[in-house]
C-alpha cells in the first residue's frame, strides 16, 4: 500500500482529505494534533512512531526527523540501490507528503508576543519534510496547501497524478519554506518597522528589510534627523540610484521620485551648486544625493536651504559640525558601491514583479550618428549626463541638459511633446550647448521640431520608430545632429 505521512497546523479540509486517501488504498501515518484530528473523523491513522520505531521527545521537538522518515521520502525509486537499501533497512517508501507549518508569522502578528513564543513556532521538521519531498517530486507528492487536497485527491481517482503536477506542487512548496523563513529573518532581525504612514496620512505603511547589504538605502547609517517617513524613503533611494551612477563627483536632487536637478563638477560642491542652480525652486524641500564626501564647503550650501534628506558616502567632521545644526535634517551615510546583479521588485495585486535593473550604460563606441552634423565633443558629454539622468525620469521623459547640468526635465507625462513643453518651460537656459535626451523614440517628427524652434541644436534618442527617416530629415534640413542609442530607458 501507498503511504501518506500528514502533519498540519492549518486543518481545513482535513477530514475529506485524508478518507480520500483512505478510500483510495493509502495508508496514513501523522504527529500530535493532527494524528488525534484524524482518529476523530474515524479514518485509520498511525502515529509515525511505527515506521520511525522510536516515540517523539522534547516535548514534540523531535518526533519525524529520522532516517526511517526521510529515507522513506528521499529514495529515488528508478535507483536500484536506493530501493535495495530501503529494503536492507526495513524503511518504507512514503509515497505522499501532506504539510503545512506552525504558524509563525500569525504568532508572531499578536501584540505582545514574547521571544520565546516566537521560537517555540519555529517548525523544524516541517520545512525538513516539506523540502526533501520537494526535491524527490517525481517520485512524491508534496501538499503544502489544503486548497489542492481535492485536485489530489481527484487526480489519484483519475489516475492522472503525474510529473508535471507534482512539479507544480514542489514550487509551491519552495515559494511557501522561502517565505516562511524569510518571516522568521525579518522578525528575529526587527527588519519589519511601522512607518508614521503611507503616501498620505489616511495610509498605514511599514518597511521590510530582505537584505544586510550596506549599499542599500534601508541599510544607510542616519547620522542625524527625525525618522524617514515612507516618501522619504522613495525619493531618497530614487536620488541614491542616480547618484551612485557617476563617477566623477554629482550631485542629484529629487523631488516626487523624479530628480528636478543633477549638476557634475570637478568637486562636489561644484556639483551641488550646478544642481542647485538646475532647478532652485523645485529643491525645495526635496532630497539631495552626493557620490563623494561631504566637506564643509558642501555643507554650508546644503545648510542654506530647506531639505529632508542629505545622502552621500560619507560625511567628514566640518561637515557634520554645519549640517547637524538642523536637528529634523535625516543624514544617510550610504555605501555607494554599485551591484550590478541586484534586482528590483514592484507590487501589483495578488503579487510582484521581479526584474534585473536597468544598467544600460552609454558607450560612444555603440551610438549611431544619423544626421549629416556630427556632434561636438562637449555635445557628446552633455548628451551622456542627459541619457543617464532620463533613465531615472518617469516616462515619457525628456531630460535638457549642457555638459555639467540638466536645465530642464518633463516627467510622468502621457506624450512626449507634452513632456519637451514642461523641459522648455523649466529650463534656465537653452542655447547650442544644449542638447535634448528622450527615454523613448520619437514618433512623429513634432518634438525635434519644438527644439530647434527654442534653440537645441543636438538630439540623443533610442529610435526605433517607423518614422525616425521625418525627425532625421528635419534635423539634416536645419543644422541639427541627432544621435540613436538602441536602447530605450521607460520607467514607469
Not at 64 to 92: C, S, W, Y
Not at 138 to 163: F, K
Request: overall charge negative.
Amino acid at each position: 500500500m501507498k503511504k501518506a505521512l500528514i502533519s498540519v497546523s492549518d486543518k481545513r479540509g482535513l477530514e475529506p482529505f485524508v478518507r480520500g486517501l483512505s478510500r483510495n488504498g493509502y495508508e496514513i501515518y501523522s504527529t500530535g494534533g493532527t494524528l488525534k484530528a484524524i482518529e476523530s473523523f474515524g479514518v485509520p491513522v498511525e502515529n509515525v512512531s511505527v515506521l520511525t520505531g522510536f516515540v517523539e521527545i522534547l516535548d514534540g521537538r523531535v518526533k519525524t526527523l529520522h532516517p526511517a522518515v526521510h529515507a522513506g521520502i528521499l529514495a529515488n525509486r528508478d535507483n536500484a540501490a536506493h530501493m535495495a537499501e530501503l529494503d536492507e533497512k526495513n524503511i518504507a517508501p512514503i509515497d505522499l507528503v501532506a504539510v503545512n507549518l506552525y504558524p509563525f508569522k500569525e504568532t508572531v502578528a499578536t501584540e505582545g508576543v514574547t521571544e520565546a513564543e516566537a521560537v517555540e513556532n519555529i517548525d523544524i521538521g516541517g520545512p525538513t519534510m516539506l523540502r526533501a519531498a520537494a526535491k524527490n517530486f517525481r517520485h512524491v507528492t508534496t501538499i503544502v496547501s489544503p486548497e489542492d487536497y481535492g485536485e489530489v485527491i481527484s487526480r489519484i481517482e483519475s489516475e492522472t497524478l503525474d510529473d508535471t503536477y507534482r512539479r507544480a506542487l514542489m514550487i509551491k512548496v519552495f515559494r511557501h519554506t522561502n517565505d516562511y523563513d524569510q518571516a522568521i529573518v525579518n522578525h528575529f532581525s526587527q527588519a519589519e518597522e511601522s512607518l508614521r504612514y503611507g503616501e498620505n496620512p489616511h495610509q498605514t505603511a511599514r518597511l521590510v528589510r530582505t537584505t544586510e547589504a550596506r549599499n542599500t538605502i534601508l541599510n544607510a547609517d542616519v547620522l542625524n534627523g527625525k525618522a524617514l517617513s515612507y516618501n522619504n524613503y522613495r525619493d531618497a533611494d530614487a536620488a541614491f540610484q542616480l547618484a551612485k551612477k557617476f563617477f566623477m563627483p554629482a550631485a542629484v536632487a529629487v523631488k516626487h521620485m523624479n530628480p528636478c536637478g543633477v549638476g557634475t563638477g570637478e568637486t562636489i560642491a561644484e556639483a551641488f551648486r550646478n544642481a542647485y542652480e538646475a532647478d532652485s525652486q523645485s529643491i525645495f524641500g526635496g532630497i539631495v544625493a552626493l557620490n563623494k564626501t561631504v566637506d564643509r564647503e558642501t555643507a554650508e550650501q546644503l545648510h542654506t536651504i530647506f531639505l529632508e534628506v542629505v545622502i552621500a558616502p560619507s560625511f567628514d567632521e566640518a561637515a557634520l559640525e554645519v549640517l547637524t545644526q538642523k536637528k529634523n535634517l535625516r543624514l544617510l551615510e550610504v555605501d555607494f558601491h554599485e551591484d550590478a546583479h541586484a534586482e528590483e521588485m514592484v507590487s501589483v495585486s495578488g503579487g510582484y514583479l521581479i526584474q534585473s535593473q536597468d544598467t544600460g550604460a552609454l558607450d560612444e563606441r555603440d551610438i549611431k550618428v544619423v544626421t549629416e552634423k556630427q556632434p561636438t565633443k562637449e555635445q557628446l558629454t552633455a548628451m551622456a549626463l542627459a541619457w543617464e539622468v532620463s533613465k531615472h525620469v518617469k516616462s515619457n521623459a525628456i531630460v535638457l541638459s549642457n555638459e555639467r547640468r540638466t536645465v530642464g526635465i518633463g516627467a510622468g507625462q502621457m506624450n512626449r511633446v507634452g513632456a519637451l513643453k514642461i523641459a522648455i518651460d523649466r529650463a534656465v537656459g537653452l542655447g547650442d550647448d544644449v542638447v535634448m535626451a528622450s527615454d523613448g523614440f520619437f514618433p512623429m517628427p513634432d518634438s525635434v521640431e519644438l527644439a530647434h524652434e527654442n534653440g537645441i541644436r543636438a538630439v540623443i534618442q533610442p529610435g526605433g520608430s517607423k518614422r525616425d527617416q521625418e525627425s532625421i530629415d528635419y534635423c539634416n534640413a536645419h543644422g541639427m545632429t541627432m544621435v540613436f542609442t538602441g536602447m530605450r530607458h521607460f520607467k514607469h
